[in-house]
């Protein structure tokens, strides 16, 4: 492992060229190096600069409020009050943002939660769905699950109109028990977890029988189970990559406490997908998506998330640090977040 | 050649993009990004919508495909400057080759084709040829659009465009009977679409004749439990229980004497279903013969033990 905390904090020092593709999502890219590093155990210098710099992100409730994935547009602040055209908060990036700060033992009393939650309802479809900025976007149950994320994190649910959220979840169910991306498509693993750790957060506002019956729970499961071929696939009949072992760990968990199935309920074999995901480590350290590919930070990331899940039974991973992977957040983070929140 | 070296930019000063002391995981810039970026801003700030901003966009677009506000900022140009879609749909036949995973490449996609009924099936068509030319004929976005196209445009196509779609699923699934996606397709086209134009039985028969050809296809299993239940039916189908055992024995009786996992499920399942005393023997079946869910098997063998 400790190549792969090298990995991490070169990648927090400098995030090579490969990642121009991503500029525009670079607090999540980020999010996914600090995750890594408190999963290994390791501390960070200059958390309260990384704060600044998150905070500098982030657009006051007047300008629509949220966070941007970076400052690529040049601009701190506006000085008009509307929501900047081309530089809107993105809900994802709100939702890393949080979990940084989280991260970084930030105090939070620079959250602008009024504006969070503002930036939360501006982004639900009539369809119940969310897209990431106001205009001019997809809108999926990726972004469902990041404004569930959000609204559970902050203890407040009133940006989004839940009984319209759920009914858009229940349209992504497929014919095989799982869920998709949009209603009526293909099920798969990453999108399964979306609506399930959505379910489990809005569970908190509505009887969770309301939300996913037995016999659909039942389907689920057996779908789940069927995923796994040595580490992870996303879809049936395609081939493991290291990231589903995180997506589909994470949408079993939601599930058990959905359905209320019993706590130490086993369905996968820890042992073989901590050898999958060990045989996907490069030799300069990080995990990747497939063996003999180049690690990147996602795949680092949710390897190393998943690894924690299997820990008990994966000798390689005893020294990991557990993960909530319903907020897929190192649990002492999530702690100190509820506890600061609670004071705001 | 540079934009800011460029003649036709000069009368533009490009902003640089101000990280301050502790930027947190800065990304390593190519000088051509960082350049373009620069220019970007700068057109933004003086809110120019021109040709030279169109060129500059796809520039950048090329370097990031994700970059959802140089996206927002082109459909912004092309709206103000009313340019022919048409056009931007050719080069959007480009870049949704090559930035085949791009959530934004589809967006837009989409924007160019809403207000023309006609593209309808020049679109399939498109996207027909994308799996093959891509070799990608699993690619999640090219099928969340495909299907967008088909309710989208799903009142103005023809019998003779749907009659299309199934050769074209038929044609992918002889390709690769393991394709979840055209499978998934099917289900989409037969019953959300409503395009069914065949009864349960018939169906029945096609899915078992593909199984008999692939007994352990998971693909085709799933879709045989999703048809059943779309029809509000249990797993204790006649059929399907009889020709589950006939590919039982006949495999146990072969060479590998592996009888194909699916087929054992369903018996089991069904049996579970009907509170059957047998659930728990086939079970436990399971589990001797797939280690890896064995956890999955016990959990499955406990529930019928208390059904």
């Given at each position: 492992m400790e190549g792969t905390a090298k990995f991490s904090f070169r990648h927090l020092e400098l995030l090579p060229n490969v990642y121009e593709s991503n500029d525009s999502a670079r607090l999540t890219l980020a999010f996914f190096v600090v995750e890594s590093l408190a999963i290994l155990g390791e501390s960070l210098e200059k958390a309260s600069e990384y704060c600044d710099y998150v905070y500098k992100c982030?657009?006051?409730?007047?300008?629509?409020?949220?966070?941007?994935?970076?400052?690529?547009?040049?601009?701190?602040?506006?000085?008009?009050?509307?929501?900047?055209?081309?530089?809107?908060?993105?809900?994802?990036?709100?939702?890393?943002?949080?979990?940084?700060?989280?991260?970084?033992?930030?105090?939070?009393?620079?959250?602008?939660?009024?504006?969070?939650?503002?930036?939360?309802?501006?982004?639900?479809?009539?369809?119940?769905?969310?897209?990431?900025?106001?205009?001019?976007?997809?809108?999926?149950?990726?972004?469902?699950?990041?404004?569930?994320?959000?609204?559970?994190?902050?203890?407040?649910?009133?940006?989004?109109?839940?009984?319209?959220?759920?009914?858009?979840?229940?349209?992504?169910?497929?014919?095989?028990?799982?869920?998709?991306?949009?209603?009526?498509?293909?099920?798969?693993?990453?999108?399964?977890?979306?609506?399930?750790?959505?379910?489990?957060?809005?569970?908190?506002?509505?009887?969770?029988?309301?939300?996913?019956?037995?016999?659909?729970?039942?389907?689920?499961?057996?779908?789940?189970?069927?995923?796994?071929?040595?580490?992870?696939?996303?879809?049936?009949?395609?081939?493991?990559?290291?990231?589903?072992?995180?997506?589909?760990?994470?949408?079993?968990?939601?599930?058990k406490k959905l359905s209320n199935l019993p706590d130490d309920l086993e369905i996968f074999s820890d042992e073989l997908d901590g050898d999958f995901l060990l045989s996907c480590s490069g030799k300069l350290g990080g995990i990747a998506k497939y063996p003999n590919e180049y690690p990147d930070v996602l795949h680092n990331c949710l390897g190393l998330s998943a690894l924690s899940m299997a820990k008990s039974r994966s000798s390689s991973a005893t020294t990991l640090k557990s993960i909530n992977s319903t907020i897929n957040i190192e649990i002492t983070a999530l702690e100190w977040l509820k506890s600061r929140i609670n004071q705001l | 050649m540079l934009y800011a070296e460029r003649d036709d930019f000069k009368d533009l000063t490009p902003i640089e993009q101000d990280e301050g002391p502790s930027p947190l995981a800065p990304i390593n810039y190519s000088q051509k990004y960082k350049d373009a970026m620069d220019m970007f801003r700068a057109v933004v700030n003086a809110n120019e919508k021109s040709e030279r901003a169109l060129g500059l966009t796809e520039d950048i677009i090329r370097m990031n495909a994700g970059h959802y506000t140089v996206w927002h900022y082109r459909t912004s140009i092309i709206v103000e400057l009313g340019l022919d879609l048409q056009a931007e749909l050719k080069l959007m036949d480009e870049l949704s080759t090559e930035y085949l995973k791009s959530y934004q490449v589809w967006h837009h996609r989409r924007l160019c084709v809403e207000s023309s009924r006609d593209l309808a099936v020049s679109e399939l068509k498109f996207v027909a040829e994308l799996f093959y030319a891509t070799d990608d004929p699993k690619n999640y976005h090219t099928w969340v659009y495909r299907q967008w196209i088909l309710t989208y445009f799903d009142k103005i196509l023809h019998d003779d465009d749907r009659r299309h779609e199934f050769e074209f699923i038929e044609s992918l699934i002889t390709d690769d009977i393991y394709n979840n996606s055209v499978w998934s397709h099917r289900f989409f086209c037969l019953f959300k679409l409503g395009w069914l134009e065949t009864t349960l039985d018939n169906e029945i028969d096609y899915v078992l004749s593909l199984i008999s050809k692939a007994p352990s296809n998971m693909s085709s299993w799933n879709y045989l439990r999703g048809i059943l239940k779309v029809n509000d039916q249990g797993l204790n189908n006649q059929r399907i229980m009889q020709f589950s055992e006939t590919l039982i024995n006949a495999k146990s009786a072969s060479d590998d004497m592996r009888p194909p996992l699916p087929a054992l499920e369903w018996l089991a399942d069904a049996a579970l279903e009907d509170k059957n005393p047998i659930a728990t023997k086939r079970y436990l079946e399971l589990k001797a013969l797939d280690p890896i869910r064995k956890n999955y098997w016990s959990w499955k063998s406990h529930l019928a033990l208390s059904a």
């Amino acid at each position: 492992m400790e190549g792969t905390a090298k990995f991490s904090f070169r990648h927090l020092e400098l995030l090579p060229n490969v990642y121009e593709s991503n500029d525009s999502a670079r607090l999540t890219l980020a999010f996914f190096v600090v995750e890594s590093l408190a999963i290994l155990g390791e501390s960070l210098e200059k958390a309260s600069e990384y704060c600044d710099y998150v905070y500098k992100c982030q657009l006051p409730y007047i300008n629509g409020g949220g966070f941007r994935g970076s400052l690529f547009m040049g601009k701190q602040e506006y000085d008009n009050d509307e929501i900047p055209p081309y530089d809107p908060s993105n809900l994802t990036m709100t939702y890393t943002a949080i979990l940084l700060l989280a991260l970084l033992r930030d105090d939070f009393s620079r959250l602008d939660v009024k504006g969070i939650i503002r930036s939360i309802e501006d982004r639900q479809k009539p369809d119940g769905s969310f897209a990431p900025i106001p205009s001019g976007s997809e809108s999926d149950i990726r972004l469902v699950y990041c404004a569930s994320a959000i609204s559970s994190l902050l203890g407040d649910f009133s940006g989004i109109d839940i009984p319209q959220t759920i009914a858009y979840i229940k349209r992504c169910r497929t014919y095989d028990g799982s869920y998709s991306q949009t209603p009526n498509g293909e099920g798969q693993g990453g999108t399964t977890y979306c609506a399930l750790a959505s379910l489990e957060l809005l569970s908190s506002q509505i009887p969770s029988e309301q939300l996913i019956s037995h016999k659909e729970s039942d389907e689920t499961l057996r779908w789940l189970s069927q995923r796994q071929i040595h580490g992870f696939q996303g879809r049936t009949n395609k081939d493991c990559d290291s990231c589903y072992s995180f997506w589909c760990r994470g949408a079993f968990e939601s599930l058990k406490k959905l359905s209320n199935l019993p706590d130490d309920l086993e369905i996968f074999s820890d042992e073989l997908d901590g050898d999958f995901l060990l045989s996907c480590s490069g030799k300069l350290g990080g995990i990747a998506k497939y063996p003999n590919e180049y690690p990147d930070v996602l795949h680092n990331c949710l390897g190393l998330s998943a690894l924690s899940m299997a820990k008990s039974r994966s000798s390689s991973a005893t020294t990991l640090k557990s993960i909530n992977s319903t907020i897929n957040i190192e649990i002492t983070a999530l702690e100190w977040l509820k506890s600061r929140i609670n004071q705001l | 050649m540079l934009y800011a070296e460029r003649d036709d930019f000069k009368d533009l000063t490009p902003i640089e993009q101000d990280e301050g002391p502790s930027p947190l995981a800065p990304i390593n810039y190519s000088q051509k990004y960082k350049d373009a970026m620069d220019m970007f801003r700068a057109v933004v700030n003086a809110n120019e919508k021109s040709e030279r901003a169109l060129g500059l966009t796809e520039d950048i677009i090329r370097m990031n495909a994700g970059h959802y506000t140089v996206w927002h900022y082109r459909t912004s140009i092309i709206v103000e400057l009313g340019l022919d879609l048409q056009a931007e749909l050719k080069l959007m036949d480009e870049l949704s080759t090559e930035y085949l995973k791009s959530y934004q490449v589809w967006h837009h996609r989409r924007l160019c084709v809403e207000s023309s009924r006609d593209l309808a099936v020049s679109e399939l068509k498109f996207v027909a040829e994308l799996f093959y030319a891509t070799d990608d004929p699993k690619n999640y976005h090219t099928w969340v659009y495909r299907q967008w196209i088909l309710t989208y445009f799903d009142k103005i196509l023809h019998d003779d465009d749907r009659r299309h779609e199934f050769e074209f699923i038929e044609s992918l699934i002889t390709d690769d009977i393991y394709n979840n996606s055209v499978w998934s397709h099917r289900f989409f086209c037969l019953f959300k679409l409503g395009w069914l134009e065949t009864t349960l039985d018939n169906e029945i028969d096609y899915v078992l004749s593909l199984i008999s050809k692939a007994p352990s296809n998971m693909s085709s299993w799933n879709y045989l439990r999703g048809i059943l239940k779309v029809n509000d039916q249990g797993l204790n189908n006649q059929r399907i229980m009889q020709f589950s055992e006939t590919l039982i024995n006949a495999k146990s009786a072969s060479d590998d004497m592996r009888p194909p996992l699916p087929a054992l499920e369903w018996l089991a399942d069904a049996a579970l279903e009907d509170k059957n005393p047998i659930a728990t023997k086939r079970y436990l079946e399971l589990k001797a013969l797939d280690p890896i869910r064995k956890n999955y098997w016990s959990w499955k063998s406990h529930l019928a033990l208390s059904a």
